[in-house]
C-alpha cells in the first residue's frame, strides 16, 4: 500500500496542445496558483513528476509538429527545462521507425529509484535505468509478431499506458493493439485481451487489436486491472489473463480517461463519453464517476461540475488522483478546464478555465527534498540558466 | 559544389546564430547539403531530419523556389550557388 503521502504541497501538472501548465497548492488545496505556459506551442501530451531518491523533477513529453518530439525535464518546478539533446529518445535505426509521439512518462517503482519508462508513438516502450539520460527501446516489444498488424487509432498509433505488475510482470496498453502483459521483465509479451471487445471489427472479440484506452491498478492488488476501452469498462482479476464487464449503472461505457484511488484497490474514476460518434459528456453534463465495489456500481460525482449545455470531452491521460488523505481527483478537458476536488469526488472547483486543450493532468504531493539533493538541483539549475545568459556584447 | 542553407529562425540557435550557412555538398544533392549542414550543426539536422533521415513532416525544404517533396526529395540535385530553405510548413502548429 503506497504511503499516505505528507508533503509540502501538491501540484498539478497539466499537459496541453500548446504548452505545459504548472499548478500548486499547499496540502489544504484549497487555493491553486498557476505558472506557464512552458514549452511554449508545443503539444505536451505527457507529463510525470518523479520524487523518488530525493529529486523534485518534472517530466514533459513534447510533441514539436516542425521539429520533432522530445522528453524534457525540469528540476526546479517549471522554471527551466532541459533542451531535445538532453534525453534522447530515437528508434535504432534498423527499426525503420521515427519517433512521432511521447504518449506516457512513467517513473519505475520506488525501489527502483532510477528506472523509468516511456511510450510512444508508433507504439514502443523506452526504457531508462539512469533516470532518465540514456534510453532504450524494448527489443521484445519493437519486434513482436503483432506488430505489423497494429493499426492507429484515431490519436495514432500509440502506447499510452505502462503499469508495472510486480515481479517482473508489467502490462502496456495501446490504440490500437490492446492490452499485453511480460511476465519475463521485458523481455517478451502476450496479448491478453480475452473479453475485451473490438466492436470495430468483424471478429469482435480477437486475439489483439482491441483500442484500449487505459488500464490501471493498484500497487497492493497487481493482479486487480479496471480497463477503459474503445467502447467497454472492464475488470481483471488475474493480472489481464481475463476480463469481464463491469458497465453497471454508467450511462455509457465509451470513454477515454480513468484514474485508481491511491489507496484504495476497488475505488476507480472515470469520465464517461457519449459515444464515439459523439466524444462529449452524455446529456451535456459533465460528470465524473466513481466505483468503491470494482465495479459492481457507479455513482455520479457532480457537485461543483456543471449539468448544462457541457459539451466537455476528457481525454486518456486527462484525469489523475494524488496520494494526501483524503484523495485528491483532478482532470483536465479539451475546452481547456480543469477541475479539482480534495474530497475524493464528492465535490468539485474548476481551477482553470481557459487552458488550450488539455491533454495530461498529473498530480503529485511534494515532500521536502532533503538538503543534499537541493544542493545538487540548484547546480543544475545554475548551470541551465547561465547557459541562456546572454554574452556580453550579444544582441 | 558550394550551396547556401537558409536555417529558419527556430533553429538558428543551434545554428551558431546563423541565418545562412555555406556548405558544401560533394554529391550534389539536397541529401548531401542537409548531412553537411548537420556535421557542422547536429542539433539543426536533429530537428529538421528523423531518425531514419527522413525529412519531418511538416517541414518543406525547397532548392531556390522549388519544394523537393514535388520532385526528388532529398536525392534532389543542387546547382553551384543555389539556395536551399528549410521552412516550416503550414500543415503544423
Known sequence: MPKKASGSGVLLLVGTTKGAFVFRSSGARTKWT???????????????????AGRQRLWAGTGNPFFGSSLRSSDDLGGTWSDKEEHAIKFPASSGLALK???????????????????????????????????????????????PKWTPGGGGLCLHTIVPLGDGRMGIAMS????????????????????????????????????????????????????????????????????????????????????????????????????????????????????????????????????EGAFESVLRDGLDTDTSDPAGVYFGTRSGKVFASRDEGASWEMVAKSLPSVVCVKAAVLAPAPSHAKRKVTAAHSKRKAARRPTRGAR | MPVVVAIPGPLQPYAGGRSDVMVSAPGGTVGDALEALGDEYPGVRDRVLTEQGDV??????????????????????????????????????
Open chain 1, 34 to 52: 498557476m505558472s506557464g505556459p512552458y514549452l511554449r506551442g508545443e503539444p505536451v501530451y505527457a507529463m510525470a513528476f518523479d520524487g523518488r
Open chain 1, 176 to 307: 490500437t493493439g490492446g492490452f499485453y502483459r511480460s511476465d519475463d521483465g521485458g523481455k517478451s509479451g502476450r496479448a491478453r485481451n480475452v473479453g475485451v471487445r473490438a466492436e470495430f471489427l468483424p471478429d469482435k472479440n480477437p486475439e489483439f487489436g482491441q483500442c484500449v484506452h487505459k488500464v490501471v491498478s493498484h500497487p497492493a492488488r497487481p493482479e486487480r486491472l479496471f480497463l477503459q476501452n474503445h467502447w467497454g469498462l472492464y475488470r481483471s482479476d488475474d493480472f489481464g489473463d481475463t476480463w469481464h464487464d463491469i458497465a453497471n449503472g454508467v450511462p455509457s461505457d465509451f470513454g477515454f480517461s480513468m484514474a485508481i484511488h491511491p489507496h484504495d484497490p476497488d475505488t476507480a474514476y472515470i469520465v464517461p463519453l457519449e459515444s464515439d460518434g459523439f466524444r462529449c459528456v452524455p446529456e451535456a453534463k459533465l460528470r465524473v464517476y466513481r466505483t468503491r465495489d470494482a465495479g459492481k456500481s457507479w455513482k455520479p460525482l457532480s457537485r461543483g461540475l456543471p449539468q
Open chain 2, 56 to 93: 519531418r513532416q511538416h517541414l518543406n525544404v525547397f532548392v531556390d523556389e522549388d519544394n523537393v517533396r514535388f520532385a526528388s526529395g532529398l536525392a534532389t540535385p543542387v546547382f553551384d550557388g543555389c539556395r536551399v530553405t528549410i521552412l516550416p510548413a503550414v500543415s503544423g502548429g
Open chain 1, 101 to 147: 509521439q511521447i504518449w506516457q512518462i512513467r517513473p519505475g517503482p520506488v525501489h527502483q529509484p532510477d528506472v523509468m519508462y516511456c511510450g510512444v508513438e508508433p507504439s514502443a516502450l523506452f526504457e531508462s535505468r539512469d533516470a532518465g539520460k540514456t534510453w532504450t527501446a524494448n527489443a521484445g516489444l519493437l519486434g513482436h509478431e503483432h506488430r
